[in-house]
């Protein structure tokens, strides 16, 4: 009789598709908020606006479900260290160097934003999964881990963590990996039968939107939804911040169930992203600093220089003509230069859409054609070089990851 050959599930991919393009239009939307708030209305990101439910809608659930999915496909906790150090520590040691020049380059007080031991950006990601993956063995024969994991998510907000290593968010978020670790196939098979009762997910749905609108106007500040500060830093007694951890708690559970009912089990265009999703999470913080830094209209200009090099990438991948796709990239990069030495978009610099809807089109637009380009072949491979570069087959990697030979591969 022949082997049964296992499908792969691409709900899997997908949802890590949609999580992957909401991180940029969270952080496209707060930083050009943040510019439009400031240039017409006079004051900073105000959550009682489409910015606010949109950035509220995504972190009350976006690094909740990664961190269930990382959990979820980490059943193996040996390979799990295994793989921590090259997989996830290694490129936060490099992006985050990388982080350290570019303060450098732009005079950035280094000392006050970036350090390896306060991760720059939404680098802290990586940090926190390093920590979870590396220590997962010994959390893993800890009876009541996933009770622990509750409790310490309740008590994260009342320490006083702050941003030293991201404590504040290792904690706030480890019982999420926990959950997925703990979820078996089986459990996760049985809920996803909801999908049959299409009325209930139109009702959950509609309930977890409605709760983030109800946020925006009595919820506690947009800053509390990264769950990095403690109550205190917030004016915020403990009690309260308790309360509204129930609630974000409740919500990313809701929105998880969702997700994993709704999504397609076959292949899409989200699988794709899903399946790229480093250079997207990384490459994206780029983005996200000239829009900081020279305004929305230049972040635009960027995300499409970021789609050019896509689809020469995917050009290459249909004809496979080497010559042609050099000559374009170097002329692409060229021009690039051109640009920047005739000071072409410096009209650009520091404008801002003073039409709503414009503005919005071009904060949204510029996020999805950066996530989606930075899926691209082009821009994983650049990843691959970035970090697997200096890091394959180093002795330092060979030492850290503290891998046996195998003797039958000898």
Known sequence: MGETIKQRDYMFDAFRGVLMLS??????????????????????????????????????????????????????PEKARATAFKGVLWPYLVFTTIDLIAAWAFDVPIGHYFSYLTPPFALWFLLALFF????????????????????????????PFGQFMALGRVFSYFTFFMIGFYCSKERLDWVRQLKKKKPVLVLLAAALVYVSYWLTQHGPRLSWFLLKQSCDHFGMAWYDDIKWRAVVFVLACGWIVLMVNILP????????????????????????????????????VSSLIAAWFAV???????????????????????????????????????????????????????????????SAPFWAKLYDLVTEGPARDSILTKWMVMKKEDPEEK
């Open 132 to 159: 979870y993956r590396f220590f997962l063995p010994v959390i893993a024969q800890f009876r009541y881990a996933l009770t622990f994991s509750i409790v310490v998510f309740f008590i994260a907000g009342l320490l």
């Open 312 to 374: 020469i990438s995917l050009l290459h991948m249909k004809h496979k003509n080497w010559t042609i796709s050099t000559v374009l990239t170097v002329l692409s990069i060229a021009g690039i230069v051109v640009m920047a030495k005739t000071h072409c978009i410096t009209p650009l610099i520091g404008v801002c859409p003073g039409n709503i809807v414009l503005f919005y089109i071009v904060t949204f637009g510029s996020a999805l054609i950066a996530g989606f380009s930075f």
């Open 265 to 300: 089990s076959k292949k899409n265009i989200l699988c794709h992203v899903g399946t790229n999703t480093m250079p997207v999470y990384i490459f994206h913080l780029g983005i996200r600093f000239v829009i900081a830094k020279m305004g929305v209209m230049v972040g635009l």
């Open 23 to 76: 991180i940029p239009l969270s952080h496209f939307t707060k930083q050009s908020a943040n510019i439009y708030q400031a240039m017409y209305a006079g004051h900073g990101f105000t959550q009682d606006s489409l910015c606010g439910f949109v950035y509220i809608t995504i972190n009350v659930f976006v690094m909740q479900a990664f961190m269930f999915l990382s959990g979820y496909f980490s059943k193996k």
